[in-house]
Each structure stands twice: as C-alpha cells, then as structure tokens.
C-alpha cells in the first residue's frame, strides 16, 4: 500500500537527515522509483513538483485501481455464480440421460 511506503519513504529520508539536502526533483525520483510499475508509471507520468505531490498522486491512482478492482469483481461474481448453477444443471441432466439409457 502507498501510505505504508510513503510513511517508510519519509521516515528514512528524515533519518538521514537528507530531506533537506536531496533536491524535490531526486526526491520524487527515489519515491517513484519504489512504488510498483502501475503506479510508478502514472504518478511519474503527471510529473509531480514536489514528494507530497508525488504520494498524492500514487494514493489516488492506487485507489481508483482498488475501485476497478472492485467493480470487475462484482460484475464478474453474478457470471461465476451463473456458470456453477448451469454445470450443476449438466450433471443432473448427464445423471438422468444415463439412467434413461439403463431402463429395460
């Protein structure tokens, strides 16, 4: 998750006192490099000034993936659940095929 990277990112550039010392641009650079590719790409993408711009920019972009996530998933459960149903329907039908074939 961004904010538990974002926190560790902050806490180790305070502890070696280079917050003030690191330009923002490396900064940024540093910070985005750690994020995963998705989000790296996005956030490097709408070139964020400064890092408190940088993490805005990863949250929202992991939230609205979290979202999407969400969405698909939902669309697709009713489809999985459907499917289970009609495989459950073959199998009674296969059931009773056979033992329509055994009847003298």
Do not use: C
């Not at 070696?16 to 940024?28: F, I, T």
């Not at 989000?39 to 609205?64: C, F, M, Q, R, Y």
């Not at 996530?69 to 149903?85: H, S, Y």
Request: glycine residues 2%; proline residues 5%; negative net charge.
């Amino acid at each position: 998750m961004v904010d538990a990277y974002a926190a560790r990112f902050q806490k180790s550039i305070n502890k070696a006192e280079m917050g003030n010392l690191l330009p923002a641009q490396m900064q940024v650079m540093d910070f985005v490099a750690g994020l995963r590719p998705e989000l790296a790409i996005i956030t490097n993408g709408s070139n964020p000034v400064d890092l408190d711009e940088a993490e805005k920019t990863a949250k929202n972009v992991e939230s609205a993936s979290l979202i999407n996530k969400n969405v698909i998933a939902a669309a697709i459960n009713p489809a999985i659940a459907e499917v289970k149903e009609l495989k459950a329907q073959i199998l009674e039908l296969k059931a009773e095929i056979k033992e329509a074939k055994y009847v003298p």
